[in-house]
């Protein structure tokens, strides 16, 4: 993300005709262009994404956009889980599905589990952390 590097609407409409510059998830024409701010950050499909997520798991922290970006120094949890959240986001957009809140706290509680499988130190930290207990429950 830091790179600019992802093949985004705004980019490929340079290189492959007929490609528009909108957001993948807003797909108005005259709306927005798909930039890494806009389709992580401010997408109102993603906004509705994060304060899900706030009120779902991160009860007791707002996600601000440095954090986001960059990671909170203090908390690596919410460091790693926002890091999938972007991840999550890009394997949306690829698969050219709007994210709704269930199946992508799914997909994000599934990449959590995956990502730290086999590190047992980290996996008992996580079955400990209420954050992501939280998103269990929440998910039923």
């Known amino acids: 993300l830091r790179g600019n590097q992802l093949p985004l609407n705004n980019k490929l409409s340079h290189f492959v005709q ?3 510059r909108e957001c993948s998830f807003c797909k108005d024409a ?3 262009m798909e930039t890494v701010r806009h389709l992580f950050w401010s997408c109102p499909h ?3 994404i994060l304060n899900d997520l706030e009120t779902f798991v991160f009860t007791d922290y707002h996600i601000t956009e ?3 970006w960059y990671g909170k120094n203090d908390e690596c949890t919410i ?5 999938i959240v972007k991840y999550v986001v890009w394997t949306f957009k690829i698969r050219r599905c709007i994210p709704k809140t269930e199946p ?12 730290y499988q086999g ?3 980290f996996k008992s930290g996580i079955e400990s952390d209420h ?3 939280r998103l269990s429950q929440a998910l039923g």
């Open 79 to 83: 460091s790693m889980i926002l890091d």
């Open 30 to 32: 005259d709306g927005p």
């Open 104 to 115: 992508f706290l799914r997909e994000l509680l599934y990449m959590i589990e995956y990502s």
């Open 66 to 68: 440095p954090d986001y």
């Open 18 to 20: 007929d490609k528009g």
């Open 131 to 133: 954050r992501l207990a």
């Open 119 to 121: 590190n047992k130190k």
């Open 46 to 48: 993603t906004r509705k």
